[in-house]
């Protein structure tokens, strides 16, 4: 089981940046590819971003490219989302995903497909 606890979410104005960590219970690195979702209020969660267990592959929504990165260190098992140019679309709770895998490279934006999921961080972006 692994256990999963994000945190770096705040109150931040458009235009600015935020950083948010996942930190696992236990060593992901050569068996889980991990996923960034985001779900506002009253909206169903979507997908944000995704990195692959060894890193060398990275996935992303769209609605992020270019201001967003995903990125992960294995030794200490933590994951990030550096979150730059904010928007006030971008105001959600922040959840962080394992999805266990054998390849080095497999990613997903599929939520049904990941195994375990942190508490969430809220992320607010004011106009």
């Known amino acids: 089981q692994v256990q999963l606890v994000e945190s770096g979410g705040g109150l931040v104005q458009a235009g600015g940046s935020l950083r948010l960590s996942c930190a696992a219970s236990?060593?992901?690195?050569?068996?889980?590819?991990m996923g960034w979702f985001r779900q506002a209020p009253g909206k169903e969660r979507y997908f944000v971003a995704a990195?692959?267990?060894?890193?060398?592959?990275?996935y992303y929504a769209d609605s992020v490219k270019g201001r967003f990165t995903i990125s992960r260190d294995n030794a200490k098992n933590t994951v990030w989302l550096q979150m730059n140019s904010l928007k006030p679309e971008d105001t959600a709770v922040y959840y962080c995903?394992?999805?266990?895998?054998?390849?080095?490279?497999?990613?997903?934006?599929?939520?049904?497909?990941?195994?375990?999921w942190g508490q969430g961080t809220q992320v607010t972006v004011s106009s």
């Open positions: 990195i692959s267990s060894s890193g060398s592959r990275t």
């Open positions: 995903a394992a999805r266990y895998s054998d390849s080095s490279y497999y990613v997903t934006p599929v939520k049904g497909e990941y195994d375990y």
């Open positions: 236990e060593r992901t690195s050569s068996t889980y590819a």
